[in-house]
């Protein structure tokens, strides 16, 4: 079973940056989109920022001209980086991959990952 395995979160500072990174956990065909969600406590899961595998990419209102999100199609991995961060992006942030195919001929199924907590603070 391919896992979406999460890294980079933590503890920062108002005004401070983070970059989390996702990435399969075996050898994979391709990943058609990949994709940033985050769950706040007592809130629904939301998007943050989704790039397709051409490079096209959108953003939450809430976090336009403060993230980046990038990937490594050759790796199958994405990155978000987090500059200006406001305790209101305090959240879990999960990774998700649309349409990963771990053959050429598989149908394109989606994966989330476990998640990684992003906490905003003085």
């Known amino acids: 079973q391919v896992q979406m395995v999460e890294s980079g979160g933590g503890l920062v500072q108002p005004g401070g940056s983070l970059r989390l990174s996702c990435a399969a956990s075996?050898?994979?065909?391709?990943?058609?989109?990949m994709g940033w969600y985050r769950q706040a406590p007592g809130k629904q899961r939301e998007l943050v920022a989704r790039i397709t595998i051409g490079g096209i990419t959108n953003y939450a209102d809430s976090v336009k001209d403060r993230f980046t999100i990038s990937r490594d199609s050759a790796k199958k991995t994405v990155y978000l980086q987090m500059n200006s961060l406001v305790p209101e992006d305090t959240a879990v942030y999960y990774c998700?991959?649309?349409?990963?195919?771990?053959?050429?001929?598989?149908?394109?199924?989606?994966?989330w990952g476990q998640g990684t907590q992003v906490t905003v603070s003085s």
């Open positions: 075996e050898s994979i065909f391709s990943i058609n989109v």
């Open positions: 998700k991959a649309e349409g990963l195919k771990r053959t050429w001929y598989d149908k394109g199924l989606d994966y």
